[in-house]
Every structure is written in structure tokens, then in C-alpha cells.
């Protein structure tokens, strides 16, 4: 349920918003993924001016819309609220992005970025093909958790951004793949 994933972990969320904020400056063409974290971005990024945002997630668009943003939404199959499927991934190849912020169910002990279907699968990886820069946003639920499709790798993403707390052991693998952490 959209509105109990929306609410858990909030201060959370909100922490990790305002850090990816601080990544964004006016002017530039903004992927938000779907998803409760990403829409905490969105509610953050409507301070900094002349932004055009490009996103498969309805309520992301119908919130920037409401707000008289710039707005692109990725037409295709609706499941979960948002677009996803061979006319979403065709839009989504169609355009490059400053900067994209892309949310996960699960990353496990290995960081590998993983979700439970194989539309969003997909979708993740087109993203990450047409962004500059492409962040992962996971807050500590998301990790030590499994799901049946693999999208990547941490190791792919320009930085990861979360509250998780790496200990020693997982700070050095993290390292090994050169993985970039941005901690909040």
C-alpha cells in the first residue's frame, strides 16, 4: 500500500530528500523514479527554479504538475502506479537526463540492487542509460533483503544515498567495487 510505505520510515525519507535537493540546481532535466522516497525529492526539489521533470510515477507527476512544473510523464502499462513495459522503456530511451533518482525494494549482502518484478527491472536499468548522473535512493529497510529479479549492481550508480550504516566489513566491499556512499 502506497500510503504505509509513504509514512514508514518518513524523517527518514525526508533526510535523504533534502540531500538529493542539494545535488539538483535550476535549470537542469530531472528523472524521479516511482516511489515514496522519490516523492519526498520531488515535495524538496520544487525550491530550485526552472527544473523539467521527467518521471513514470502518477502521483509524482499529478504533485509537480499541481505545482505548475514542468512535467513529462512515461506513458505504458500502469501497475502499482506507475508506467511501466516496452512503451515506457521506448519513452524513457528517448531522452537523457541531468541527473536521475532511482529507489529499490531490496540490496543484498553482495549490493546487488534487486526488485521483485522484471518490468521495473527494466525500467531501473533504462534510466540509468539515459542520466548523466543516476543516485540510488534505499533508506537501512531496503538492505539484507532479497527479491526474485536482479537490476544491478551499487557499483553502477553515480553514488548510493541512504541512512544505512555500513560496518567494516561491508564499508571495505564497498570500497573494493568502488562504491560511493553518500550517508544521511
Known sequence: DYSKKRSANLEVKQRIAACCAGLVTGGMQVFLDAGPTTFAIAQELLAVPSLTFLTNDLKTALF???HRREVIILGGTISTGSAVGSLTLEM???FFVDVAFVGTACINEDFDVLTPTIEKAFMK???????KECFLVADSSKFHRSALVRINSLSDYTAVVTDYRFNEEEKRLAESKKIELIQV
Open 92 to 94: 524513457m530511451g528517448s
Open 64 to 66: 509537480l504538475s499541481r
Open 125 to 131: 536499468r533504462a534510466v540509468l542509460r539515459s542520466a
